[in-house]
């Protein structure tokens, strides 16, 4: 049975709302939406699509950096701040506090934590882009059904 | 970036109101090595009516900019920038290493405001 476009439109308000409200997204992310507009209508999804490429290559390669003997912590620590950036300019806001979270382990060689910090990190990536992916399939779904939203 | 998106939008206006009038469009010249932070700057200044020019290195900006050294530059500067925008911490040349080079470099584009962007916070790692 398929919804009628009010009710995904009602949908999306309310998964949209819980992203922000539980700190997924924060307002960098509607500063994207404000730069979409029908010369660009696909502006955040390809943003946002880019970013999650950036991310699975740079969380492989802080996973390869734990596994070297000795671990690269300057490294890591570099790829952390990194992330921090993209996530920041995507308004990935809990995945930019888990990289904010390294640098005292990177500073220490902690290992161990370098390794909890990574296992949140991929944990918060996931549930993002499983969030990010439900979005814009209601959006997709209501522009197929006719409907639009802001 | 987000708080950079709206002290630009402010200053730009005032920028915007100090040139000459009828002037031409403002050619801004912004450098990132991230593909994602490229593509919204770039999407930010368009829809404020700048003409951009992005490129993902301070290699790639000198070359741009006619300043690389290389054989070719006749001396005459054709790329007219306005406006030069770069993030901080890039792997090769930092941000601020870019700024000394073209501030160095070339007489003409030693006029050129160039803003430094950087998501560090700690002040004692921007190195300078």
Redesign the interface.
Known sequence: MTMDVNQLQAKLCEHQSAMFHQGFL???FS??QK?QDES?PD?VL??VT??FD?SESILKNMARCLEQVPADFKQIDAYA??Y???S????AARVKNVCATFRPFCETKNLDGCMRCLQQLQQEYSLLKNGLQYLFRLQKDIKAGGGSFS | MAITGEIFRQNLTEFLEESPSGSPELHVLAVDDSLVDRKVIERLLKISSCKVTVVESGTRALQYLGLDGEAGSLGFDSVKVNLIMTDYSMPGMTGYELLKKIKQESSVFREIPVVIMSSENVLTRIDR
């Not at chain 1, 920041?88 to 308004?91: E, I, N, Q």
């Open positions: 924060d307002d960098q500063q994207l730069l660009t502006f390809e943003v880019m970013f950036d701040h990194q921090k950036g993209s920041a300019s995507v308004g």
